[in-house]
């Protein structure tokens, strides 16, 4: 199984839509919890940390669920500039501080 | 706003080569990390480094590769001995300590092997 899981799409949305991606996880010793963005031949760069008891960021809900071990992003109202991929990033455990991504879900916000 | 900077942007070089890239993480940071992406894959893990020692690395890390921080501000990826496979992205990134802290990323640079 994948340590980070994550659907890779593409989703392909209207303007305006909302969306959702989860994420999953295989250890349950996993500390922290991301969503970054990576435009393309870009580097990652932070959309938000996933806290235990959710949180949001303007148009960008994360949630956290630790029994499911799974993590969701949530975009309300789409625009044009969401499109970009989207990668779930986890710290696995205490022992080691290495980030791990996973493969990365692909937006598409179509006009 | 301080952030981790990469050099060169972009490095062609002939297979059986070495290469050294260079990164400058942010000053207050003490994680730093080297994570690789080929073109239309996934980013991969390749080591990371704390108190002036690799702290983890991964399967891909193997001889050919090595990490130094040689002046206190500098972070280098030495490739010895290059392959066509090397081709990829190379991001150097930097993080605080703490839990829930994140990575700073720069912008990267890319290896083509030919």
């Known amino acids: 199984r994948k340590e980070v899981e994550q659907d890779p799409g593409?989703?392909?949305v209207p303007e305006g839509a909302t969306v959702a991606f989860n994420c999953t996880y295989s250890n349950s010793a996993s500390q922290s919890f991301f969503w970054y963005r990576q435009d393309c031949r870009k580097e990652p760069k932070l959309l938000m940390s996933v806290y235990s008891s959710?949180?949001?960021d303007g148009r960008f809900t994360a949630q956290l669920n630790r029994a499911s071990q799974y993590i969701s992003l949530l975009i309300r109202d789409s625009k044009l500039s969401d499109s970009a991929t989207y990668l779930c990033v986890v710290i696995l455990d205490t022992g080691r501080r290495a980030l791990t991504f996973g493969s990365g879900t692909r937006l598409q916000v179509q006009p | 706003e301080p952030e981790v900077t990469q050099t060169p942007s972009h490095q062609v070089t002939q297979m059986?080569?070495?290469v050294i890239l260079r990164c400058v993480p942010i000053s207050n940071h003490l994680y730093f990390y080297w994570y690789r992406q080929i073109l239309g894959?996934?980013?991969?893990?390749?080591v990371s480094f704390y108190n002036n020692e690799i702290?983890?690395?991964?399967?891909?890390?193997d001889d050919q590769f090595s990490v130094e921080r040689p002046d206190g501000s500098n972070f280098?990826?030495?490739?010895r001995s290059t392959k066509l496979e090397d081709s990829a992205m190379y991001f150097c990134a930097s993080r605080r300590?703490?839990?829930?802290?994140?990575a700073f990323f720069g912008q990267g640079t890319r290896l083509t092997v030919v």
Do not use: A
Not at chain 2, 97 to 102: L, R, S, Y
């Open chain 2, 41 to 46: 894959q996934k980013v991969e893990f390749l």
């Open chain 1, 54 to 56: 959710g949180n949001e």
């Open chain 2, 76 to 79: 280098t990826l030495k490739i």
């Open chain 1, 10 to 12: 593409p989703f392909n």
């Open chain 2, 55 to 61: 702290s983890e690395k991964s399967e891909i890390f």
């Open chain 2, 16 to 18: 059986g080569q070495e």
């Open chain 2, 97 to 102: 300590t703490g839990m829930n802290t994140e």
